[in-house]
Each structure stands twice: as C-alpha cells, then as structure tokens.
C-alpha cells in the first residue's frame, strides 16, 4: 500500500527528477535502485513517477514460482501495458516486422503462433516498441524486484541499457533487493556488467533517518507519545517497514505485530534446523557475537563456519572485520522470543560457563538465583543493546561492572 505521504527522499527523487529531465533531451537512462526488502523502493519509484504528468508508465514485476523465475514475466508485463495505453493495433504496428516475435511475449496480442524466434529478434521487437511508444508519449518502464528476475529478462535489460541509451524520452527504473545479493546470485554479475555501461546509473537506497523515520511513525501512529515515537524510531533501524509495522500497533502492547515477526523470520525459516539453532543461541549473546565463543557455547566448531556461510547467504546475518552481527537488532530480538523458558535459561547459564572462568567471575555471580538472564538482561538495559556495533565481548566488559540483583526485572 502506498501511504499518503512519502517521508524523506528528497535527495533520491531530485536525482530521478534530473534523470528524467536529461533523458527527455535525448539521453535515456536505466537507473537500478537497490536497497533491502522493505526500504522503500516501490515507494519511491510510486513518489516519482505518480508526479509525472504527461508520462506513460508501465511497469512490470519479476516472479518467481518456487525456485523457478517465470521468463519474461516483468516485459510481458510492461508489453501488455502499452497495449491498455495505446492499443494493440498500435503496439503490433511499432512492432513492425517484429510482429512474431512479440506474439511470443504477449499471448493477449492474438497473433497465433510465434513460429521459431530467436532471443534477439525477441529483443530488437521489444526495444522497437519501446522507442516507438516513446515518441508518441513520454516513457517510463519499471521493473521491480530484478532479483527474481529469470536469466532472459537480465539478458534483454543488458540489450536495452545499451540500445535505448541513445533514445529521447525514455527512463527505466529497476528495483532490486541489493540484501538478496549473496553468495552467486546471477543478478550480482548482471550488474556489475550493467553498471559499465554509460546511461546506467545506480541509486542505492539507505534506511532513513532519524527525523524522517519519526515522521513516518506520528502519520501512522497519531496518538503516540513524543517517548513512543522515539522508542519505534530506534527499534526500526530507520527501515521503513519495520517503523510503519510497529507504529501500527504502537500503544497496544509492547509487542511486535506478528507480520512484522514473521517478515524479519522468513529467510531464517528457510535455513537447516542446524543453523536456525545456532542463530537462537547466537541471539542470546546480541546483536554482535564472537564466532570463538559462540564455537564454545555450542561445543560443535567443526560444523560452525558452514553455518555461518548459509546465515551469511541468506542475508541473515552479515560480517565484518570484528566478526558477526544480526542484519537487524529486530531479528535478534525475535530469535530470542523464540527460545522457550527453560532453553533461554540454559544458553545463559552456557553462556556464563563459558565467560565466566576466563574473566574471573563466578557462575553465582553471573546467574544469582532467580534473577533474569544476564545476557539478556545487558541486552534490554545497557548501551550494549541500542548500539549494535558493541560485541558480545564488550557487552561482558560492560557487564563487570554488574552485581547481584542489580539487573533484576528490566525488560
Ligand atoms: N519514504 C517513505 N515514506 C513513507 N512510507 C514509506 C517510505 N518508504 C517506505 N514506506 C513504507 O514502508 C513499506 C515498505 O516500503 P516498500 O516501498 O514496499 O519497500 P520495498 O519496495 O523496498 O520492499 C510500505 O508499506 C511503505 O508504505
Ligand atoms: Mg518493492
């Protein structure tokens, strides 16, 4: 759903503005807009061009069925939308002697049979229609979610950066999750060949800031306390999904709205039982955690940096110099929520097994009674949990300064 308002993004949209002006003088664009799964991308693609007043726009969107990504779904798409624009007697007439080749791409055409095509008359019949639609109207074609896109639709965007570089009046905008980038997706070599290219340009979309993360929240959220807002503004990491989920249900109770839980839980969910059990107890220490001492708590380091590979391929976790950390301090959260009661209580007690002899300090100190989860309970009240960029190592340091009962009860 597109919210009334659109938060932010000046930047983005004045430099899609000055696209669209340059390729309106002659010089056609393919601009790839890459960010994580609910930043904003269709967002701002529907700012901008919802702004255009004399343009078509047509857009298409990649699928995947499965495993499988259906070919040519997102130009087929846009092909059927210049025929609700235009008519089909005026796109088979663009399409001049590459008539065939379109009746392959858009069945709806009622042309009968495409006989034997080749992939490049299919293209040259596309970027024909494109360019002829253009000179009649102004042309802007979106392509979302290139990350599904199937290895003909990558193949044909290839052909068109080229070919409509040249072509007045004509911007293409593709979407993709720069977050599903991993491991050897096709889609990584198809940019890196994209970007080379003179008319491609690449607009990477980051998370928002603090002032406009807090004005998505009060438009959604009207009634929330100046504390409320903050609160959301913090938890969401500037994401706007996240912030809108959360301001749904801002005030109802601490918890997190269940689509929002299951959103940041999909891609864990499509991992091994393995991994997924060694991302629970990973949570348990933080956002941040050593790879060594995770190795320790879960006394299996054979099997551990194949674990951390699938985590790290699925966008789940991501790494750096100082080691590892959760995509989102939201996740984290989750994965603990996951634990049950009595589990929790002993990955905290593994935890402090471990830590505890090497800094000197003894597991009645670090689990007193019934007090909460020393972890978690660093986790919920220090700076080690509202900055990300503190390791598990440094929330123990932090938590020397911890004593016996002092942390009971924060939540
Ligand atoms: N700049 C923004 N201003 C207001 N709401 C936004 C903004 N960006 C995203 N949203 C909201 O966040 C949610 C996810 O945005 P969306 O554009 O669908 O993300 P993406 O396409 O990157 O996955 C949507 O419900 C949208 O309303
Ligand atoms: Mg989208």
Known sequence: MLRDRVVGRTEELAALAELWAEARAGHGHLVLLGGEAGIGKTTLVRAFTEGLSDATVVTGQCLMFGSEAMPYAAVSQVLRGLVAVHGADRVIEWAG????????????????GAGAVDAMQQFEAVATVLERAAAATPLVVVIEDLHWADPSTASL?????TTLADSPAILM????????????HPLRATLAELQRRPGVRRI?????DSG????????????????????I?????GVPYFAEEMARVAGRHGKLPNTLREALLVRVHGLTEATQRLLRVAAVAGVRFDEDLLAEVLGEPDSLSTRLR??????VLVSDEDGYAFRHALLCEVLTEELLPGEAGRWHGRYADVIGPTRGVSRATICPGTCSPPVASMKHSGPAWSAPTHSVRRIWTD???????SSCGIG
């Open 233 to 237: 503004v913090e938890r969401s990491e």
């Open 204 to 208: 990477p979309l980051g998370v928002l």
């Open 310 to 315: 699938e985590a790290l391929d699925a966008g």
């Open 212 to 231: 406009a993360a807090a004005e998505l929240v009060t438009g959604v959220a009207r009634d929330a306390t100046p504390a409320m807002v903050a609160r």
């Open 97 to 112: 002697g590459g008539r065939d080749a379109l009746a392959g791409l858009v069945p709806s055409l009622g042309l009968g």
């Open 399 to 405: 938590w020397d300064c911890w004593r016996p009962h």
């Open 157 to 161: 965007l290839q052909f068109l950066a």
């Open 173 to 184: 905008l593709a979407t993709y999750r720069s977050d599903e980038l991993t491991g050897r």
